[in-house]
Each structure stands twice: as C-alpha cells, then as structure tokens.
C-alpha cells in the first residue's frame, strides 16, 4: 500500500517540533506563556480615547448567562449536552450570578472614575483660566 499511515514517523516529527520550539516537559509558568496580544501590559499614558473605547464594552458586556444554546448535529450528542447542563445548573448557576455582581460592581467604579476624571478636567480648565489671569493681573501692575 502507497497511503500507508507512519505512526512512528509522525511521532517523531512532533517530538522534533516540540523540541526545536524549547518545550520540555515541565510545565510553563505563567511568565513564559506568550500571548497573541498583549492584554496586561504597561502603559506609557493615559489615552482618553481607549479608556472610553474599553468602558463602552464593559458596559456593554458585563452580564453573562449561564445557559448557552447547545448547537450540534448529532441528536444524541445534543441531548447529552443538555443532560449535562442541567445537572450541572445548580454549581453553574450561583457561580454565574456573582461573576455578573463583580462584574456590575466593577464597572459602577469604573464608571465613577470616568465620572471623577471628567470633574478633574473641568478643575484643570479652571485652574488654567485662573493661572492665566493671574499673570495678566502680574503683568497689569
């Protein structure tokens, strides 16, 4: 037979990949593990624009259900599921709703910040009016 599947070949073949990528056999830390984009990274300023960009989706989406629609072709595979999930509601359920508590207290503080930078802008407006009159008080006498 052409077509032959070599186990042994393919084996090898992932042994080397791993091997060449530095993968051994302990597991990574949590330091080591790249991600695609970086989601905690230090900022160099403050950007007013992503800040807005980033409370509008939490805003957004802060409330997560616990029933998800099982999708499927498979009849039996879909009524398994179901099975499961509602074995499962009364650990999945609590859960859920105090994720969506933390989540919605979460974002009423960041919304009070949000409200909170606004009022400091205002005050900065104000102090720079203030400071410019000031020097043309200075100057004037």
Not at 26 to 48: A, G, H, M, T
Not at 72 to 81: E, Y
Request: with cysteine.
């Amino acid at each position: 037979m052409e077509n032959e599947i070599n186990i042994e070949q393919i084996m090898e073949e992932i042994r080397q990949t791993i091997k060449d990528r530095g993968y051994d056999r302990e597991p990574l830390s949590f330091e080591e593990v790249e991600l695609s984009k970086p989601v905690l990274q230090s900022l160099d300023s403050y950007d007013p624009d992503e800040f807005m960009h980033e409370l509008d989706y939490l805003n957004h989406n802060w409330n997560n259900s616990w029933h998800v629609p099982v999708n499927g072709t498979n009849p039996v595979s879909v009524w398994v599921k179901k099975g499961i999930r509602k074995c499962t509601r009364f650990l999945l359920f609590p859960i859920v709703n105090f994720q969506n508590a933390y989540n919605a207290s979460a974002i009423r503080c960041f919304n009070q910040i949000r409200e909170y930078m606004a009022e400091l802008e205002e005050y900065k407006k104000k102090i720079e009016m203030l400071e410019k009159e000031l020097e043309e008080m200075k100057t004037r006498t």
